[in-house]
């Protein structure tokens, strides 16, 4: 550290845009939602996490399509050039042009792809227990609302206007239906397995010992 009397300060000092949000000062409803308004960073480390231990192309090809989704987004609202509501109040902003809400249109991709997930690409028994078919309803109207809340509080926090987290959940919708392409490069989906790790070694074993046992038949 420095000692008092010799720092050196440089000329200007920039926040972590990634991070920063500004609410209403003695406002909880807006300093609650501002940590709401956080949820894509939350969503991204649980990716993140789940591709380091679990290793499955699925996962990988999800957190591809938000990437890309990040990147239409970038790109319509630098064709459009909306500008954020209020003449821009926030000064630590990643642009200065607000349609569509990236916020928004993040948490509907996020969200609208897992209902579809969950609805139409996780498989269920005729025979399946009330309780099993509880947690995918309850989940499906949490992921729904997280994504409404967050939208709401860019809005509520001066970030965008309503039309501009509208748009910006209907791209990530639309994004969402149409990114499903796993299927057309045959990435294996392995999201059913609850052991990824522990399948793959197993099969691995077998069938390395089934080959060494007809290589044993062929030298007798």
Not at 178 to 186: D, N, Q
Not at 203 to 212: D, I, L, W
């Amino acid at each position: 550290m420095a000692a008092d009397g010799q720092c050196s300060l440089p000329a200007s000092w920039r926040p972590v845009i990634l991070t920063h949000v500004e609410y209403p000062a003695g406002d909880l409803s807006g300093h609650l939602l501002a940590y709401l308004s956080l949820s894509p960073i939350f969503v991204i480390v649980g990716f993140v996490t789940l591709i380091i231990f679990k290793r499955e192309l699925h996962t990988i090809s999800f957190l591809g399509g938000l990437a890309l989704n990040e990147g239409v987004n970038w790109l319509i609202k630098h064709v459009i050039q909306e500008p954020r509501p209020c003449g821009g109040p926030h000064t630590a902003v990643g642009t200065k042009y607000g349609m569509p809400s990236s916020h928004s249109q993040f948490m509907w991709f996020f969200s609208v792809y897992s209902f579809l997930f969950l609805y139409l690409r996780m498989h269920q028994t005729n025979n399946a227990r009330f309780l099993d078919l509880l947690w995918r309803h309850v989940l499906s109207l949490g992921l729904l609302t997280v994504a409404f809340l967050v939208s709401y509080s860019r809005v509520y926090l001066l970030y965008h206007t309503w039309s501009q987290v509208l748009y910006g959940g209907i791209a990530g919708g639309l994004m969402a239906i149409a990114w499903p392409i796993s299927e057309f490069f045959l990435i294996r989906d392995t999201s059913l397995i609850p052991n990824v790790l522990w399948f793959e070694y197993t099969v691995t074993r077998a069938e390395a010992r089934n080959r060494q046992r007809k290589l044993g038949t062929k030298l007798q």
